[in-house]
């Protein structure tokens, strides 16, 4: 099992991708083969995660991500489901590289740091240390 989901439940306007109810939508078009990610913390959006999704993904600091990694993967397999086909990433990881290196060794697959909303000045420095640190082995 790769996990239920809805099959056409997005549509598409020039270049954004609206999520929607699927009966509510007027026009529905399936757009490749996309991914969906979950990334809240309770039981039961836990478990749509492990029915639903492609993988999890929660903001960076609101819970143990290694605790809900153990928690989602044990879902999976009660529910018959692999837990290696669930992927798993983070939004707003502190770009330190003793934390990257801890996520990865968690699980996470995809790392995703923070840019303000701030002009180019503040911004492209960021970008820069963003590359750096990416770059290295963690």
Do not use: H
């Amino acid at each position: 099992m790769i996990g239920r989901r809805p099959q056409r439940a997005w549509r598409v306007d020039d270049q954004f991708v609206a999520l929607g109810m699927a009966a509510a939508a007027t026009e529905t078009i399936k757009v490749g083969t996309g991914i969906i990610l979950g990334g809240s913390a309770g039981p039961k959006t836990m478990a749509d995660i492990v029915e639903f999704c492609d993988g999890f993904m929660p903001i960076s600091g609101r819970y143990d991500i290694a605790e809900q990694i153990t928690q989602i993967r044990q879902m999976a397999e009660d529910a018959g489901r692999d837990p290696a086909t669930i992927e798993f990433g983070q939004f707003g990881t502190p770009a330190k590289p003793e934390i990257i290196e801890q996520m990865i060794e968690v699980g996470l697959s995809r790392i995703l740091f923070s840019l303000p909303p701030a002009d180019a000045d503040k911004v492209l420095p960021l970008l820069d240390r963003y590359a750096e640190v990416a770059g290295q082995d963690a």
